[in-house]
């Protein structure tokens, strides 16, 4: 066998013999247990609950029987964000933005009904799921394993004895390091098992097909933050003179990449691209709206604006005269100044967000820890721009929906203030519902394709270090 594999063998033999390193694995194993359970029930509850909300609030649209197709556009309707299997792993911004959001005319209504309004307020402090595990307590594991990898075997002689016995101090220190990444990648395989059994059940019934190869690169990158850990773990037990030393260094590291950066990113951005408050967006939406013409207001100047061009297109004296019902096309014609109206304001509202990200973006490059968390949040499909996604595509149903209830009204057959004109109660179905499409793992690797690239930099230094200090080691 090559002697690194040996060394690695021995390595992972040794830590488990320790009886630190076996009650440290146990606790372990019932946190993983605790949050696949915790996060399954969480999951089904909410998958449920939301398929459930749907599958009445389509049933209801379907039987609201013949009525004024511009009337239904008031009633609307209502659509709902799907979870996916992978906010177990990684619950994101899910628990903080809202889920529920109603379709009507004339009006965009902001999403309601975040998980988070209906708990106490330490959620702010977080929850334990698989985030929390692996982001902050297994690198602690990591580091309180690996922190005696070298400086132990040079205080207790063993690292003499081993040289002059023919192995290499590259060979030693590759083989520690490979030996730690055996037992970090068993918890990954463990737990990424444990994730994908619950697809054979009805929990992972609305996962979706790609869930398998995102399980797949979120843990891949979970596992070169955790190379990155055990590399700069043992090269500081490689370069140190005591164990403690190594630990107060590692764990100074710890904090400042877990703790500090990620904050002071977050207040950063806040204070140096501030969003408005809810009420003054819908202000600022408000105003807006008002410059524009109102197609329930006949007194409106714009609205009879709108009516006389129609008149001279079909060369007609009365409303009444024209061969379609001129309430409908007006109808439309608002809902579409308030769609540009929102467009803008929303426009200026998400180049605020990009703008935060952006900046949360570049102190992943200084931040790997935050680079990882990004990378997960976006293979999870719970970061933020999952959730403008869903947004954006509601809004286009929303509009669409409109549009073509209010054409039905306006070509359907009706005359210009015949506001008791029905459809049939069988017209409801040729209706679609809405269906979320959710991005390719390309589509949502594409915005942190520079927190990659830095995670694999952070990476490939450590391993240099390493590699540095195997030429640099004394056996003394």
Partial sequence: MNPVFQIAAHEIRTSLRTRAVRGLGVFLLLLLVFCLVAGRADYQKAAHERAA???AMRAF??????TNPHNATHYGTFVFKPTSLLSVVDPGIEKFVGVTLRIEGHFQNEVQFAPAERNSSLVRFGQLSFTVLWQVVLPLMLIFVAHRAVVAERQAGTLKLLVAQGVS???????????????????LAVSGAALLLLR??????????????????LLSCYALYYVLIITATVYASARLAAPSQVLVLMLAGWFGLTILLPKLAMSVGEQS?????????????????????????????????????????????????????????????????????????AATLQRTLARQNQLAGRVALLDPLLAVSRLSRGLAGTD??????????????????VKTLNEKMAYGGSKTGDWGWKVDATYWQSIADFTYQPPTIGGSLRPYRAELLALLAWVLGTLGLVHWAARRLSAV
């Fill in 200 to 217: 054979s059940g009805p929990a992972g019934a609305d996962g979706g097909r790609d869930i398998g190869g995102r399980l797949a690169l």
């Fill in 169 to 187: 101090v590259r060979r030693l220190l590759w083989g520690k390091v490979l030996g730690y990444c055996g037992l970090m990648l068993a918890v």
């Fill in 384 to 401: 933020i721009h999952h959730h403008l996604r869903f947004l954006q595509q509601a809004e286009t149903y929303r509009r669409g929906l």
């Fill in 53 to 55: 909300a749907r599958q």
């Fill in 61 to 66: 649209f379907l039987a609201q029987g013949a």
């Fill in 273 to 345: 691209f501030q969003l408005p408050t809810r009420l003054q967006f819908e202000e600022q939406l408000d105003a807006a709206y008002k410059q524009g013409l109102n197609g329930h207001d006949p007194n409106d100047a714009r609205a009879k604006q709108f009516q006389d061009s129609l008149l001279a297109r079909y060369q007609v004296k009365e409303l009444q005269q024209l061969p379609l019902n001129a309430d409908g096309l007006l109808m439309q014609a608002d809902d579409v100044y308030h769609g540009r109206a929102y467009d803008r304001q």
